[in-house]
């Protein structure tokens, strides 16, 4: 099984709203990854979770929270949120290792289609 | 700063054609990924390329990596209707972490967005 569930598929929200994305993985990985995917271009790394501690935060914006609440779960939790915030939000994960050895892939999930009035 | 570079950016091509997309990376790296993305879905793995000469095949797609170069290619051979999709290259710029370990950071390249035509 190599699926990464993400919820909802799609969401729209209001400035002043507050709501949350949610990543689910049984593969064992241990690495889960937030990106963002803006139309047309490339994703990029928003944060990484590594043995369900952050272990990279790419200079976001506060108003994106983060959580990892278990090895399986990863969560964004989103306010006041603003338009250009609207994006493709995708989900990942990774066998990662306390030594250095050459990763697995990371697979994505579906992603959630965020839109911000 | 790691800058990956794919070329061309736009690739229209008729069924039956060959071709080729480049991915130019700025720094060295020694594992290179290469993505498909169908339009509003979510990015499928093709292929994970570790080592300098390294070559892999599925299908009607090749992937090759030359570390000396900082250059990998995706090739296509007698494309095919399905095969019209997004195709990104990203390179892992791995992050050292105080445990010892380090981290996955994928920089991707622009992508190719491919249209194969009948």
């Known amino acids: 099984d190599t699926e990464v569930t993400q919820t909802p598929k799609h969401l729209v929200m209001g400035m002043t709203n507050k709501k949350s994305l949610k990543c689910e993985q049984h593969m064992g990985h241990r690495a889960m990854y937030w990106y963002k995917q803006k139309a047309k271009k490339p994703p990029e790394l928003m944060f990484v979770y590594s043995y369900e501690k952050l272990s990279i935060n790419e200079s976001v914006p506060s108003r994106f929270s983060p959580e990892c609440p278990n090895s399986s779960l990863l969560n964004l939790h989103l306010h006041a949120l603003q338009p250009e915030d609207s994006a493709l939000y995708l989900c990942?994960?990774?066998?990662?290792?306390?030594?250095?050895?050459?990763?697995?892939?990371?697979?994505f999930g579906p992603g959630t289609r965020l839109t911000v009035l | 700063e790691l800058k990956v570079e794919q070329n061309p950016l736009f690739l229209s091509m008729q069924e039956g054609k060959n071709y080729t997309i480049y991915c130019n990376y700025s720094t060295t790296s020694d594992r290179l990924y290469w993505y498909r993305q169908d339009p509003g879905k979510s990015l499928e793995s093709l292929f994970v390329?570790?080592?300098?000469?390294a070559v892999k095949q599925e299908g009607r797609l090749m992937a090759s990596l030359d570390t000396k170069a900082r250059l990998s290619t995706l090739h296509i051979t007698a494309a095919v209707h399905d095969l019209s999709a997004t195709y990104f290259c990203?390179?892992?710029?791995?992050?050292?972490?105080?445990?010892?370990?380090?981290?996955?950071?994928?920089?991707f390249g622009k992508g190719t967005k491919l249209s194969v035509k009948p």
């Open positions: 990203a390179v892992d710029m791995r992050k050292a972490m105080n445990y010892g370990g380090s981290q996955g950071n994928l920089i």
């Open positions: 390329l570790l080592s300098n000469g």
């Open positions: 990942a994960s990774s066998q990662e290792s306390l030594v250095r050895l050459p990763p697995d892939t990371q697979y």
